[in-house]
């Protein structure tokens, strides 16, 4: 029975190292023998996992003496696409990979509790029970979106946190806004496209007074959905509506760790300055009436500014100042 699980682990690592190989190598050939070689795996092991990739919906060219040549990948966030990606230096180191899970982020937290590194990155196709903030639920069809957490541990204290949040925001704003797409920030995590959401982020912590344990981010975006129904029908909306087209998820993806990796890296060395600058460039917020709900109370005035915590900073009727960390903001 050990002996079993063993040979499955090593036949799963075989895979990954094929796949990877060919990522790395795509559009050129490489011979069964080099792929053999150099990863230490039968040519009848690689004979059955290129078969198995092509099931998936690789489009891999199989010449005799040449070998085998990557020429597409489908629409499937595996790791290996992170992975082949050398720029990233932390971010998804480790990766856990779903097709279907409940939550990205109750994963994580799970993870995270068990000792699982900095970075490590939790992406599923799809959940059955991807979480919104205030409670709601978040809807994550399968394919269609980029659902997604990242463990982080900072070394920040537990007021530092949203800023986590704004880097996140920038992050994601910015990989959007590579696809042409002029999308902006809503204090304090939406994603916007002419006041639809485009994109929603869950930020979770678990902290002592003086110091975070770890940070759960999630992020979703919605990337290729095709029809919203219900009442999501009037206030979201996603990269394929608004381009007529589908979009490639994994381009998303990967710009945004990139981003993200870029603005945290800021962050950790102490220029959050330079996160607020870019987050004001990219936000809807600033200078608009608003009323915020919050659990206990409302409050309308100006947003006229954000502090060098995050924290929203309005300008009420009566000329007083309120400083907001958290709430829902519906801009009038
Ligand atoms: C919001 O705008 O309300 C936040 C939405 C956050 C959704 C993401 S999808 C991946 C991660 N897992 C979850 O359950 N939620 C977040």
Known sequence: MEEEILIKAQD?????????????????????????????????????????????????????????????SPDILYPEEIWKDEELKFLGNKIYYYESIGSTNEKAKILAVNGEPHGTLILSEKQTMGKGR????WESPKNEGIWLSI???????????????????VACAKA???????????????????????????????????????????????VNTKKF??????????????KGEPVDRKKILIDFLKEFEYFYSKLEKGNFHEVLKEWKALNCTIGRN???????????????????????LIRKNDGSVERILSGDVSLR
């Open 134 to 137: 205030m409670g709601r639920k």
């Open 229 to 242: 129904t219900g009442e999501l029908e009037n206030i979201a909306t996603s990269l394929y509506l608004i």
């Open 290 to 312: 608003v009323k915020i709900i919050g659990k206990t109370k409302e409050i309308e005035g100006i947003a006229f500014d954000i502090d060098g915590f995050g924290a929203l």
């Open 176 to 222: 959007i806004r590579k696809q042409g797409i002029n999308c902006a920030i809503k204090w304090p995590n939406d994603i916007l496209y002419e006041e639809k959401k485009l994109a929603g982020i869950l930020t979770e912590i678990s902290a002592e007074i003086d110091r975070i344990n770890h940070v759960i981010v999630g992020v979703g975006i919605n």
């Open 12 to 72: 799963k690592k075989n895979k990954n190292e094929i796949l990877l190989y060919l990522l790395n190598n795509k559009g050129k050939y490489v011979s069964g023998e080099e792929l053999s070689e150099k990863l230490n795996v039968t040519r009848t092991a690689i004979w059955k996992h290129i078969n198995g990739f092509k099931k998936l919906g690789y489009e891999i060219d199989s010449v005799p003496r040449l070998g085998y040549c990557l020429k597409s």
């Open 151 to 169: 463990i982080l541990r900072p070394n920040l204290s537990p007021e530092e946190a949203p800023k986590i949040t704004l880097v996140t925001a």
